[in-house]
């Protein structure tokens, strides 16, 4: 069992595109987190949040309480945005995390 | 300010052989982890540590065995590797209080078991 889901699993756009990726859980949550990992690289936090939209730069996370739903947006995109998204919630008396699988995003010149 | 900080960044072991994954933080973090990545799975936690002196096990801990040295240091050790420990592992921490939701991970050690 998954407490988070995230679509798609591989993702290629073409320099400029606009994109979506997407996240559901299972649990009931005291914050949902954006992630990204370059390729060798580390694991960074980009976005914890627990109600609406948060922005930063090009991106934008929005999440839906009601529907257990989360989006990462990336607006304008670029090939230095190609990486791993992987989105994460924090739940339970010891705000435990639960990690998606990932996204992998390409993003061509 | 380094953050959190892993040593070493790569190691091939062969079956059997032993070794210890480092890992410091200087945020003044309680909270610290210990998590294993591997194609196609989510980082799944092998154990954990909620403050100076206490250590849990999380989803993965067979094989592996920890030591929270001091409130800085959580190190991880393999006694005897095996080729199903092949893996990229990433040390994080957390602190208290505001933000503590936000964690800060290592750049991981890439572990080749052979």
């Known amino acids: 069992k998954n407490e988070v889901e995230q679509s798609p699993q591989n993702l290629t756009a073409q320099e400029g595109e606009f994109i979506t990726i997407n996240c559901s859980y299972s649990v009931g949550i005291s914050a949902l987190h954006w992630l990204q990992q370059h390729p060798g690289g580390g694991i960074v936090s980009l976005f914890m949040?627990?109600?609406g939209k948060k922005k930063h730069g090009r991106l934008i996370a929005t999440i839906n309480i009601q529907e257990k739903h989360s989006s990462l947006h990336i607006t304008a995109s670029h090939p230095r945005d190609s990486a791993v998204y992987i989105c994460a919630v924090t739940s339970g008396p010891g705000n435990q995390f639960y990690f998606g699988t990932g996204t992998s995003l390409t993003v061509i010149p | 300010n380094a953050g959190v900080t892993q040593t070493p960044k790569f190691q091939v072991l062969k079956t059997g052989q032993s070794m210890t994954l480092q890992c410091a933080q200087d945020?003044?973090?309680?909270?610290m982890y210990w998590y294993r990545q591997d194609p196609g799975m989510g980082l799944r936690l092998i154990y954990y540590s909620a403050s100076e002196g206490t250590t849990d096990k999380g989803e993965v801990p067979n094989g592996y065995n920890v030591s929270r040295l001091n409130k800085r240091e959580f190190s991880l050790r393999l006694e005897s590797a095996a080729p199903s420990q092949t893996s990229v592992y990433f040390c994080?921490?957390?602190?208290?209080?505001?933000?503590?939701?936000?964690?800060?991970f290592g750049n991981g050690t890439r572990l080749t078991v052979t």
């Open positions: 945020m003044n973090h309680n909270s």
């Open positions: 949040l627990s109600s």
């Open positions: 994080a921490s957390r602190g208290l209080g505001t933000g503590s939701l936000v964690v800060h």
